[in-house]
C-alpha cells in the first residue's frame, strides 16, 4: 500500500501548455506539501495545506495553483508553462504539530520542451 | 531564518570505509532533525530522525547526534557498502507554526567496491 501517491511519474509537455499533477495520501496526515527539486538537487518547499487551508505559499509565480479538496488529496495546477518549470515535483504529508517526518511521494519528473 | 549547511559533495568512498558528512544548522526554537537519503531515480525516504538535543538517531548503521552545543547533526556510518551509493539530504523542521521542512543542499555519495 503506497502512502503517499502521485501522478504521473514523468511528465513531458511543451511550453505554454497547462498541466496538472495529483497526490493522495493514505496515512490520515491533516498536512499535505508540495515541494520543487531543481536540476542541483536542491529541495524548497512550494506549498503547503492543512485540512484544506492553504498555510504556506511561499514566493512562487501565480500560474502555480494548488487544489485541496480534502485533507488527503493535494493537487497542483500549473499555468502557462515554462522552461525554468522542469524539475522534479514531490508531494509529502506529515501531522501538524507532531516532531514526526514528513511521508514524500516517489516525485513527478516535468520536462518542458 | 532557518538554514541547513551541509558539507559539499561529491564524495567518493571505498567499499567498507569510514563515512562523515557534516550538517549544521540555523533555527529559532527547537527544531526536529532529519536525514533523508535519494536513490538513484527514487525519491526521498527518510533515513533516521531526532527530535531534542542530545537524541542520536540511528538506522542502517547510520548514526547522527543532535548537538545543541555545536548546532550539528552530523551523519555517520562505520562501513559504507556499494549500496549506500545516494544522494544525502539534511533537514530541519520547527514544531511551531506550518513545519515545513529546510533542506540542506545535498551530498551525493558514490561507493566504489
Known amino acids: 500500500d503506497t502512502a503517499v501517491s502521485q501522478t504521473p511519474k514523468y511528465l513531458v509537455t511543451q511550453m505554454g501548455n497547462d498541466k496538472s499533477i495529483k497526490c493522495e495520501q493514505n496515512?490520515?496526515?491533516?498536512?499535505m506539501y508540495w515541494y520543487k527539486q531543481d536540476s542541483k538537487k536542491f529541495l524548497k518547499i512550494m506549498f503547503s495545506y492543512n485540512n484544506k487551508e492553504l498555510i504556506i505559499n511561499e514566493t512562487v509565480p501565480n500560474r502555480f495553483s494548488p487544489k485541496s479538496p480534502d485533507k488527503a488529496h493535494l493537487n497542483l495546477h500549473i499555468n502557462s508553462l515554462e522552461l525554468g518549470d522542469s524539475a522534479v515535483y514531490f508531494c509529502a504529508s506529515g501531522d501538524r504539530g507532531s516532531n514526526q517526518p514528513q511521508h514524500f511521494g516517489d516525485g513527478t519528473r516535468l520536462s518542458i520542451l | 531564518g532557518n538554514s541547513v549547511t551541509q558539507m559539499e559533495g561529491p564524495v567518493t568512498l571505498s567499499e567498507e570505509a569510514f563515512l562523515t558528512i557534516n550538517c549544521t544548522y540555523t533555527?529559532?526554537?527547537?527544531?526536529?532533525l532529519f536525514w533523508y537519503v535519494q536513490y538513484p531515480g527514487e525519491g526521498l525516504q527518510l533515513l533516521l530522525k531526532a527530535t531534542k538535543a542530545d537524541d542520536k538517531g540511528s538506522n542502517k548503521g547510520f548514526e547522527a547526534t543532535y548537538r545543541k552545543e555545536t548546532t550539528s547533526f552530523h551523519l555517520e556510518k562505520g562501513s559504507v557498502q556499494v549500496s549506500d551509493s545516494a544522494v544525502y539530504f539534511c533537514a530541519l523542521s520547527n514544531i511551531q507554526g506550518a513545519q515545513k521542512l529546510v533542506f540542506g543542499q545535498g551530498t551525493r555519495l558514490t561507493i566504489n567496491p
Open positions: 496515512l490520515g496526515h491533516d498536512t
Open positions: 533555527a529559532t526554537g527547537y527544531p526536529s
